[in-house]
């Protein structure tokens, strides 16, 4: 990224005082949220639709489809990419106002099929759920009968794409496909992560969480509240698998990924307290023998939500890394 300072829009911010409330919940303030946009006769460039994926745990997914393809009955087969919204695993939805223009723009200048995951949130159900969640969202487009999924997606070319926790859900996700469940998905076939601002922290702070302890986005208290409420009850600190990526040398199914050939793109941005785990989580990945792609630059916590320029630079990137893999 080309080196550019931004100035963050100010915005009620939901991380900043969470008030834990009796049952092992928090208090949540009403979001705006966005309807799917499934009118075959509109003039949006993407069409959405929302399928139920649970109803017991009451998780569901958005699909999002470019529109020319169905206004001119193309039948182009599309690379899949599974969303995991932000959010550090307590806070928003799939279809959060953000997100869902995000995956909007993704769809659109990827021309993919954008299928976005709403998931159990914390504390109400801590980790794994989140992770049981998204494997359910790849068990699903394994069998669905789905029109759109049939006609339009390419099952053997499909990515893990998640932003902060999202991008801590498609790390583990990632993992748990390597090591366990490849041949189960077939047809389905990840071929790459993109580990968006991902969300790990450990007992031990970087130099980035020490710098920006008091970041007006995404304080270090947070990120440790947070943690918290999502990890497993029980946990002591965040030398945790799920929020400390280099604990004990790292999982021991990174050699799965290597041999099932995966690509990860681990972006950062400057002014993010994430950025040294992050950048040390690309340089961790690269040396265990992954195909790393890495992007980082200037900017803050969720950049891409505001400021479009970045949007696209990001874009870019997970473009290159489907180019890369896809064969």
């Not at 790459?192 to 790990?200: A, E």
């Not at 790393?292 to 891409?304: M, P, R, S, V």
Request: aromatic letters at 12%; hydrophobic letters at 35%.
């Amino acid at each position: 990224m080309a080196s550019q300072r931004f100035v963050r829009p100010t915005f009620d911010n939901p991380f900043l005082k969470i008030e834990e409330l009796p049952g092992d919940t928090i208090k949540r303030k009403p979001e705006p949220l966005t309807q799917a946009n499934s009118d075959p006769n509109g003039t949006s460039l993407v069409m959405s639709k929302d399928v139920d994926l649970d109803i017991n745990k009451k998780t569901w997914l958005r699909i999002y489809v470019p529109r020319r393809l169905i206004t001119n009955h193309d039948q182009e087969k599309l690379p899949v990419i599974f969303y995991y919204h932000g959010g550090g695993f307590v806070f928003y939805h799939a279809n959060s106002f953000g997100w869902d223009a995000f995956c909007q723009g993704m769809a659109e200048n990827l021309g993919a099929m954008v299928i976005a995951l709403e998931y159990r949130l914390a504390p109400e159900n801590r980790l794994p759920a989140a992770y049981e969640d998204a494997m359910d969202g790849l068990y699903w487009i394994k069998s669905t009968q789905d029109e759109l999924v049939r006609n339009y997606s390419d099952l053997s070319n499909v990515y893990l794409f998640g932003s902060s926790s999202g991008g801590n859900m498609a790390y583990h996700t990632g993992l748990s496909v390597a090591a366990t469940t490849y041949k189960e998905l077939e047809p389905v076939k990840i071929k790459g992560l993109i580990l968006h601002q991902p969300y790990f922290s450990g007992k031990n702070k970087t130099e980035s969480e020490k710098k920006l302890k008091d970041d007006q986005f995404l304080p270090s208290h947070s990120i440790d509240k947070m943690f918290e409420l999502a990890m497993p009850r029980g946990t002591l600190d965040h030398d945790h698998e799920y929020s400390n990526p280099f604990l004990n040398g790292g999982s021991k199914h990174l050699d799965d990924m290597v041999a099932r050939g995966f690509g990860v793109l681990v972006t950062g941005v400057s002014d993010d307290p994430l950025v040294d785990a992050a950048r040390n989580l690309a340089n961790f990945l690269e040396e265990k023998g992954i195909k790393t792609f890495k992007l980082f630059g200037d900017g803050y916590h969720a950049i891409e939500l505001f400021e479009p320029s970045m949007a696209a630079v990001l874009f870019d990137a997970t473009r290159d890394l489907i180019s890369a893999t896809k064969n």
